[in-house]
C-alpha cells in the first residue's frame, strides 16, 4: 500500500514537472540554441506571408547573397559576393534592371550609375588613377581622369573607341588641345611655355606650325615629311 502512494505521488511529481517544461517551452521561458546551422537558402516572409528577403549560398546569379524584394515580387536590392570573390552592392528600377551597382574588382573600386548595356556614368579607381566615364550601350564616348603625374586630362570618344578630341593640362601646366582622325592627332593647340602654338600634321608628323610668342614675335613654319623647315615666315 505505502509502496503504491509512492508510486503515485511521483508519478503526479514528475507529470506536474512535465507540465511545467511544456508550459514554460509554449511560452518562451526556455530557448534552444544551436551552434551552427547549415541551410542553402532562407526566405524572408512579411506578415501578409509575401516574400520580402533571401538569403541564399549560391542565387541565380552565381552570388552568394542576400536579396530584397518589394511588394509585387520584384528584386529590388542585392548584397553579394561573386564567385571570383568581388562584393557586389547593387539596386534596381521597378522594371528589374540594374540602376546602381558598387563592386570591387581586386584592388579597383568600381561604381556604375545606369545600365551598362544602355547609357551609364562609371566611377572607378584603376590602378591608382580616378576615372569618370560616361558610355553609351557598353562602348566609352567621354572619359576624364587624373595620372599619375597629377594631369587632369578629357578624352572624346568616336564609336569605335579610339579618342576624336582631347583636352590635358600637363605636368608643366600646360594647356592642350588635341583633335584626332583615324586615332592620329592632326591638330594641336597649346599654350606652352608662354607661346601660343597651333601644329597641323598628317598621319605622320607636324607640317605647319603657327606660333605666337610670348614677346609677341608671331612665325608661320611650313615643315617636310622629315621634319625639315621647308619654309618660315618672317625668315629668321
Known amino acids: 500500500m505505502v509502496r503504491e502512494r509512492t508510486v503515485t505521488v511521483m508519478t503526479a511529481i514528475v507529470a506536474g514537472l512535465g507540465g511545467g517544461v511544456v508550459a514554460t517551452l509554449l511560452?518562451?521561458?526556455?530557448?534552444?540554441?544551436?551552434?551552427?546551422?547549415?541551410?542553402?537558402?532562407?526566405?524572408?516572409?512579411?506578415?501578409?506571408?509575401?516574400?520580402r528577403g533571401v538569403l541564399s549560398g549560391r542565387d541565380e546569379r552565381g552570388l552568394a547573397s542576400i536579396a530584397f524584394y518589394d511588394t509585387e515580387g520584384q528584386v529590388r536590392g542585392i548584397v553579394g559576393t561573386q564567385e571570383t570573390g568581388s562584393p557586389v552592392l547593387r539596386f534596381l528600377g521597378s522594371d528589374g534592371r540594374s540602376r546602381l551597382t558598387a563592386e570591387v574588382q581586386g584592388l579597383d573600386p568600381l561604381l556604375v550609375v545606369g545600365e551598362e548595356d544602355e547609357r551609364a556614368v562609371v566611377l572607378a579607381s584603376l590602378g591608382g588613377t580616378p576615372v569618370l566615364r560616361f558610355s553609351d550601350r557598353q562602348r566609352a564616348r567621354l572619359?576624364?581622369?587624373?595620372?599619375?603625374?597629377?594631369?587632369?586630362?578629357?578624352?572624346?570618344?568616336?564609336?569605335?573607341?579610339?579618342?576624336?578630341?582631347a583636352v590635358v593640362v600637363d605636368s608643366n601646366d600646360a594647356?592642350?588641345?588635341?583633335l584626332y582622325s583615324g586615332g592620329q592627332p592632326r591638330v594641336v593647340l597649346g599654350v606652352i611655355q608662354q607661346s601660343a602654338?597651333?601644329?597641323?600634321?598628317?598621319?605622320?608628323?607636324?607640317?605647319?606650325?603657327?606660333?605666337v610668342a610670348e614677346n609677341g614675335r608671331s612665325?608661320?613654319?611650313f615643315v617636310n615629311e622629315n621634319g625639315e623647315v621647308l619654309e618660315e615666315f618672317p625668315s629668321r
Do not use: K, W, Y
Open 197 to 211: 602654338v597651333l601644329n597641323l600634321s598628317d598621319e605622320a608628323s607636324p607640317r605647319l606650325v603657327i606660333g
Open 143 to 165: 572619359q576624364m581622369q587624373v595620372g599619375e603625374d597629377g594631369a587632369p586630362s578629357l578624352d572624346f570618344l568616336t564609336s569605335e573607341g579610339q579618342r576624336g578630341a
Open 219 to 221: 612665325s608661320i613654319t
Open 175 to 178: 594647356p592642350i588641345l588635341t
Open 27 to 51: 511560452t518562451g521561458g526556455v530557448h534552444a540554441q544551436a551552434d551552427v546551422v547549415t541551410v542553402r537558402q532562407i526566405n524572408l516572409v512579411d506578415d501578409a506571408g509575401r516574400l
